[in-house]
């Protein structure tokens, strides 16, 4: 208990903090508002936006809305002051100093100007604006010419660049260039610094977006934490050769990663990326990425990596010939004379564990089953298109063949300009040669088409009538596999596609709708022809969708001539807004209804499909507003009570860009047999802002059917107002690319991850492939709206 006699001189201490911790506060507010700063409470809420919140408050330029071409060194000077003397050409003025020209303003309590030489200075208190520049200080020389101007004891700040920061002598240079001496810059609200970059010098050049600074030290919380000799740091998001930020993390495919990314810009045109990266237990692997934009070629991106000796790969995988690992890919979109596109798409790998061993920030490469290596060169005219094309894929599962390769196919097609109520040709003539490093059948093929369309529409309609004939011829390379080197088939094929357009003006929750109705019929009849001698190159049956009720065959590819005469059926409505006329809700369903048997399969040894119907199918797109989406699919069997097929995915963003999806996806094979298994699957993923600060994430892909999760990663992230930080930790199951993984199997591994990223907001910072894995994960997460 303390004694009555120290009672009284203890509250009189208690009551002394209290006051000495207010007038701090109040001088720290006071400096934030010299230094142009505006409080959350003092910003209006139309202009709180989230970096507002998380700095509270933001800077305010008092001069933003200056005429840009009132220049300064067009402008004549007007000076003010109490009391002001002439001597000659020298003004003497004092209290309250006041100079203006353009939009330059200079404030000080005296002043001293040279009118031959158009120089001066001002002391005591003094502040020097313009647009974007804020310079404060005891005492400022410049010139009125220049513009240059030399500052004691400043502060400053950038208020586009929301950079503050202060100096023992600052000196602003004629093209507006600030040159700091003993000084510190931070993005950081000025009463709230978190971080600060302390050096020798600091070079800001507003023109050029780029800061560079020798002899500085990285303070976080007022901690030395990182010497720098000399550093280079944006000020805008323009492009710069420089060393960025580092990857670090922890993989249980390699242990410690370590990642250093070197950014050359080279030119305006194109730029190279060189990362050096090493992995504890593998060893160093050279990653370099170039872009190239040209006139004539288009856009150009080639890149590759190389590791001489893999270490782990060497001990898991004793009975490879050669333990280097190696990647090469090069993309090309182009578009010359709006007349030639063209196209390459090649990717390579030295063996096919090589993006499940290395690839740490894309789980949807580690499931890639080939690679795709593709080269072509269209010609766009005004009715003809003519294209070439060279194409071939490398396998990246043991168990799984090469596909063939196109080596080449040429393609000519007529483009009419189907008007309507104008009966418009059609013509396609296609040749391809299919090869394999595989002892498989290889051969030539061609595919012809040709027919007429005879489109009609109205706005309450239409009726498309279009009868064609197809024809495929071989030569082949078979070795008796298929007992005919030289098949051929033909078919006739003609369809009728009509649909009628109802529609009626309605009202949801007082918002003004028009509802359509919209049946459409499909007749189809085409020719059976046997094709039991041709090959299989590039054809496959096509997964039954709401789609699939209006193409004119069941197959992909051009290896089959399917048979048909068959009837669909599909009813669609939409609700959409009288007002901008944003679709808020549509919903399809439909029917096949088959009038004979389908006898042409893609294996000729499998028995005719004689059902007399299809699964119905249907699709419904729910989007009520522009931050809720709903959608699903449903694959239905009538006959059996059966869902084959369905999926339901959900996803809303709110204002303050938390993130939620959830999913559900299900898939029964057609042809179920004890071998074959339900794919059923389950998705979740959220980003959750717990407060303009604190965020959580994390996704779960879940195998229903295996009663476990196949993927998942949580984390958290705190984002302040200059600084962000981010911690994942992700979890997957290896498993062949190729093969559904048996839960049942215990020696099924699963993988971890662990990531952190760390951004000092104006200075980058390291961990990108935190974003690469979000973005991955988490069904519309985009970093730039984070």
């Known amino acids: 208990m ?85 001597q000659g050409d020298d003004v003497y003025l004092r209290g309250g100093v006041s100079v203006d020209q353009g939009y330059r303003q200079l404030r000080g309590e005296d002043g001293y100007f040279d009118r031959a030489e158009r120089e001066g200075t001002v002391s005591g208190g003094i502040t020097l604006r313009e647009p974007g520049v804020l310079l404060r200080g005891e005492e400022a020389s410049y010139s009125a010419n220049s513009g240059e101007a030399s500052i004691r004891d400043s502060e400053f700040v950038l208020h586009e660049q929301h950079l503050n920061g202060s100096a023992a002598q600052l000196r602003r240079a004629a093209d507006g260039t600030l040159y700091i001496h003993d000084g510190r810059v931070s993005y950081c609200a000025p009463d709230d610094e978190e971080w600060a970059m302390r050096a020798d010098s600091i070079k800001l050049d507003l023109v050029e977006g780029l800061g560079t600074a020798t002899g500085a030290k990285l303070d976080v919380a007022g901690v030395p934490v ?34 250093v990314p070197v950014y050359l810009n080279l030119a305006p045109n194109y730029d190279a990326l060189y990362t050096p990266r090493y992995i504890q237990e593998r060893g160093l692997n050279h990653e370099i990425a170039t872009r190239y934009l040209s006139r004539n070629t288009g856009m150009w991106s080639v890149g590759g990596t190389w590791m001489g000796s893999d270490d782990r790969y060497a001990r898991e995988r004793p009975d490879a010939s050669d333990d280097s690992r190696w990647l090469a890919n090069v993309r090309q979109n182009g578009l010359f004379e709006q007349r030639w596109r063209s196209r390459i798409d090649y990717s390579r790998v030295s063996d096919v564990d ?26 766009l005219g005004d009715q003809w298109l003519i294209g070439l094309e060279l194409q071939e894929f490398q396998s990246l599962a043991d168990d799984l063949d090469n596909d063939y390769q196109k080596l080449p196919q040429i393609t000519a097609r007529y483009r009419s300009e189907n008007t309507p109520f104008n009966i418009a040709p059609i013509f396609l003539s296609q040749y391809s040669y299919f ?17 007429a369309v005879y489109p009609m529409l109205w706005q309450y309609g239409f009726l498309n009538t279009t009868a064609k004939y197809r024809y495929l011829e071989y030569e082949l390379t078979d ?47 085409s020719e059976y022809d046997d094709q039991s001698t041709q090959p299989d190159f590039d054809s496959a049956e096509l997964t039954f969708t709401y789609n699939q009720l209006f193409r004119d065959t069941r197959f992909s590819g051009r290896d089959r001539l399917d048979d048909a005469n068959r009837l669909s059926l599909g009813l669609t409505t939409r609700y959409i807004s009288a007002e901008d006329g944003r679709e808020y809700l549509s919903a399809s369903v439909g029917q096949i209804f088959y009038l004979r048997d389908r006898r042409v399969r893609l294996n000729p040894e499998d028995t005719a499909l004689d059902q007399s119907s299809s699964e119905m199918a249907g699709e419904v797109n729910f989007t009520p507003n522009k931050r809720l989406n709903l959608r699903s699919s449903l694959v239905w069997d009538p006959d059996s009570g059966n869902m084959n097929a369905g999926s339901a995915y959900a996803s809303y963003q709110r204002a303050d860009n938390a993130l ?40 779960v892909n879940f195998s229903v059917e295996g009663s476990t999760s196949v993927e998942d990663m949580v984390g958290i992230e705190y984002d302040s107002c200059c600084w962000r930080v981010r911690l994942l930790y992700l979890r997957y199951i290896d498993t062949a690319s190729s093969q559904d993984p048996d839960f049942t199997d215990p020696s099924l591994e699963r993988r971890y991850s662990t990531q952190v990223q760390v951004l000092l907001k104006g200075m980058g910072g390291f961990g990108s492939r935190v974003t690469d894995l979000l973005e991955d994960m988490i069904r519309g997460f985009d970093e730039r709206d984070y």
Request: include cysteine; aromatic fraction near 8%.
């Open 226 to 259: 990182l010497y720098l000799p000399w550093v280079r740091f944006p000020l805008d998001d323009r492009r710069r050769t420089g060393l960025l930020w580092p990857d670090i993390s922890s993989d249980s495919n390699g242990g410690l990663d370590l990642a």
């Open 435 to 451: 090869d394999s490093n595989d002892d498989v059948v290889t051969g030539q093929r061609v595919y012809m088409e040709g027919g």
């Open 2 to 86: 303390i004694p009555p006699s120290q009672t009284p001189q203890r509250s009189r201490l208690r009551h002394f903090a209290i006051v000495l911790g207010l007038l701090a506060m109040g001088a720290l507010a006071d400096d934030a508002k010299e230094l142009d700063w505006v409080s959350t409470g003092e910003t209006p809420e139309a202009e709180r936006d989230a970096q507002c919140l998380r700095c509270g408050g933001h800077y305010v330029d008092p001069l933003a809305e200056s005429d840009p071409d009132d220049r300064p060194e067009i402008s004549d000077i007007r000076a003010r002051a109490t009391e002001s003397e002439l």
């Open 479 to 525: 070795d008796g596999q298929l007992g005919n080197d030289s098949p051929s088939a033909g078919s006739a094929l003609a369809s009728l596609d009509g649909g009628l357009f109802f529609e009626r003006s309605t009202s949801l929750a007082g918002k003004p709708l028009l509802q359509t109705l919209e049946p459409r019929a499909y007749y189809l009849i």
């Open 354 to 379: 090589y993006f499940k061993d290395l690839n740490t920030s894309n789980l949807d490469t580690k499931r890639q089953t080939s690679l795709l290596q593709l080269g072509s060169l269209d010609y």
């Open 660 to 699: 939620f999806n959830v999913g559900y996806s299900y898939r029964r094979p057609v042809n179920l047999v004890d071998s074959d298994t339900v794919t059923e699957q389950a998705h979740l993923s959220a980003y959750y802002p717990v407060n303009n600060r604190w965020s959580v994430f994390g996704a």
